[in-house]
């Protein structure tokens, strides 16, 4: 399946409908959104002989079991990160003038293009040039910028975008309902939020995790799997500075320090929690928010209790100490003094006042 990329999915469909497919396709982009995918979703639907009105293959033609079974002699694929030299680029250009024995193309999916050698890419550029009306190149790169210009310019070029978080969790339910395992909102939305964009990379943390644990999967199994801080401790540190409970504070400070994380990922993370504390503050805002329903609510719980100066100057004071900690030599000393500003901060605005 492609996940996250509609409007390149309604150009090349657009294209095939019209037929006006271009000779050369540069899929650009982040690692893990799928360009080989969608590279191999396209030679399937270029070979079919009985394509949907949807235009997607029938997967029941002799065409598409052969691509299904990787037998199919029309369809190349190409590592160019391990075939960059000259040599496998003379050999793909003698493949290339011989017609295709079955199917309409014959096309070449060249992975990690930008990998190869310059030699290499002069050798390709006369068959790119002018290639045979059978042959269909797709180049897939997450470098785009590393490509000659003189390729750049012969290919019609997607650019492939981070996945949403919406979209990833969306794919992550579905998998779990046909695997009928048990995983709640908020645990998919912790993958979905460290894949940073990549549906390969949350497949990869989702098998890591099902492969751990049987039963119900929670929030907490994934952040601990993941060693993440879980949120109960950023909510904890919230409540204590607005009661102005630097004991507590410090309290709940040493126990992170103690669970074996570092002074930069407490500071990150209390960031991010005071940041989502000001979204949710505004309907506007709080739409651009990537949690799960029942996180959600907890901080719009929080952000009642709190005024926008509050987070916004707290916000201020922990970017400010994340910014000294790399000169720090006392690095738990610059959190604490951070943290203690924020426990009395409302004391410094009344005696102001």
Known sequence: DLIGQDHIATTLKNAIKNDQLAHAFLFSGPRGVGKTTSARILAKVLNCENLSDNYQACGECSACKAFEDNASFNIFELDAASNNSVEHIRSLNDQVRFQPQQGSYKIYIIDEVHMLSQAAFNAFLKTLEEPPPYAKFILATTEKHKIIPTILSRCQIFDFKRIQVSDIVLQLKDIVQKEGRQMDGDALHL?????????????SIYDRIVSAEDGMITYSTVAESL????????FQMVDAAIKEDLTGLMVTMDNIIKQGFEVEQ??????EHLRQLLFVKDMQTASI?????????????QARLTSSSFLLTALSI??????????SQNKRLTLEIALSKIAYMNRVVDKKK
């Open 266 to 271: 407490f500071t990150l993370g209390m960031m």
């Open 289 to 301: 928010m990537e949690v799960g329903d029942g996180l959600k609510k907890r901080y719009e719980d």
């Open 227 to 234: 060693n993440v801080l879980d949120h109960d401790h950023y």
């Open 191 to 203: 993958i979905a939020q460290k894949a940073d964009g990549a549906m390969r990379d949350a497949l």
């Open 318 to 327: 922990m970017d400010h100490a994340d910014m000294n900690l790399s000169k």
